[in-house]
Every structure is written in C-alpha cells, then in structure tokens.
C-alpha cells in the first residue's frame, strides 16, 4: 500500500471535515497518482469528497465500525482485519491509501511510500499527517521542483518506509 496526502508547513491536511486548500494542479496530480488505484479511507474523508461520494472508477474501500453501514458502489470494511483480507488479491502499490487523519495514523506504517504535497503556508487546523520526518524509518526521497497554484508554492515530495508493518 502507498499513501496520498495534501500537507501545510505543519502536517495539517484538514479542518471542519473539509480540506484546508483547493489546488488545482495538486488535485490533477492526485487523479494521476491514484488512476487505476484500489483506494482505502476513513467514513469521514469518504463524506469530504463531491457528493459524499465513492471516487469514480475506482474501488473504494471505506473503513467504518458501523456494522450495517452500506456505500453504493464502494465496498465497506468494519476492522483492519477485514481490510487486510479484502487487500490480500491485489499487489500492494496497486493499493492507496487516501486519509484521513485516523486512517493515516493506523495503517500509515503499513505503506511502502508516501507521496506528500507539501504546501508552504499555515492554516487553522483540525487534523493532521503524521510527521514522517521525525520516524526514522521514513526517508524522504526526492521533491520536486515548485509549483505555484492559487497564490501558494507547494513540492511534490515522496517519501519511502524502510519497515513496513503488516495491517493489524
Ligand atoms: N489533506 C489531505 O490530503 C486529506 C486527505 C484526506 C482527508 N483529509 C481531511 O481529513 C479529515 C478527515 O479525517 P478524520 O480523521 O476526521 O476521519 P477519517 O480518518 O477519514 O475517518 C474516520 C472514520 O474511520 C472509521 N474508522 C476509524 N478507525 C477505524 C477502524 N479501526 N476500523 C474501522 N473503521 C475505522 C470510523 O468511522 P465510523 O465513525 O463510521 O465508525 C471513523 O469515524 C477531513 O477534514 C478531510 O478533509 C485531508
């Protein structure tokens, strides 16, 4: 599993249940990044997309407790033990795990890579990304060149894990 994630100068990626900024460019990357991808996500980010809505052409896997809990055309897992075996078919980077905050948290040690959007700005937050700067098993890669969008400069920056964890 790989993950995707949109971050400001102090790892928040979200506030009230919505994304802190709207960058073109950045969004056209993340269709690219996780075209042809499984996604996995919490209830919450599902809520946050347009329409509350699964991502099109896609499978979209959504963790829940909620026994019961249904999502047309997406498929819900209530427990990482579920989501290990819905996983167990498909190669792991055909696999991207897409927020949030909580689901970032779980399973982000149990990626290979993380592709990071670092966004050089501050804004009031309620949820943040795990600072992979500061576990030493994560190390950035390589950054790209910096793009400018809606007023604000940000990187593309992919990070990559030296031990990944099973999902447990
Ligand atoms: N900047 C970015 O790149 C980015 C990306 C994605 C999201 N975001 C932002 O992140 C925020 C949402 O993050 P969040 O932390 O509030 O929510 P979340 O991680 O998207 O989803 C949380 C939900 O996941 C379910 N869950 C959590 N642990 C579980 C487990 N072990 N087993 C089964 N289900 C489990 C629960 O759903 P139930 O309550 O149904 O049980 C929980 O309420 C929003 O502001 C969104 O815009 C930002």
Redesign the pocket.
């Known amino acids: 599993m790989e993950a995707?994630?949109?971050?400001d100068r102090n790892h928040a990626?979200?506030?009230?249940?919505?994304?802190?900024f709207h960058l073109p460019g950045d969004l056209k990357y993340f269709a690219a990044m996780t075209k042809g991808k499984i996604l996995v996500?919490?209830?919450?980010?599902?809520l946050?997309l347009p329409g509350g809505k699964p991502l099109k052409d896609r499978l979209n896997i959504i963790?829940?407790?909620?026994i019961g809990?249904h999502v047309p055309q997406a498929l819900v897992?209530?427990?990482?033990t579920e989501?290990a075996a819905a996983l167990a078919p498909y190669a792991p980077d055909k696999v991207m795990l897409?927020?949030?905050?909580?689901?970032?948290?779980?399973l982000i040690d149990s990626c290979s890579k993380a592709y990071v959007?670092k966004i050089d700005a501050a804004a009031p937050a309620?949820?943040y990304?795990p600072n992979l700067d500061s576990r030493p098993h994560w190390q950035l890669q390589q950054q790209s060149e910096v793009y400018h969008d809606n007023g604000l400069n940000y990187r593309h920056c992919t990070y990559i894990n030296h031990r990944v964890l099973p999902i447990s």
């Not at 897992?77 to 990482?80: D, G, K, R, T």
């Not at 897409?98 to 779980?106: F, R």
């Open positions: 995707i994630v949109a971050v990626i979200g506030s009230g249940g919505g994304m802190l996500m919490g209830r919450s980010t599902l946050s963790l829940s407790r909620e809990y897992v209530n427990s990482l989501l897409i927020g949030g905050q909580q689901i970032y948290h779980l959007t309620d949820c990304f």
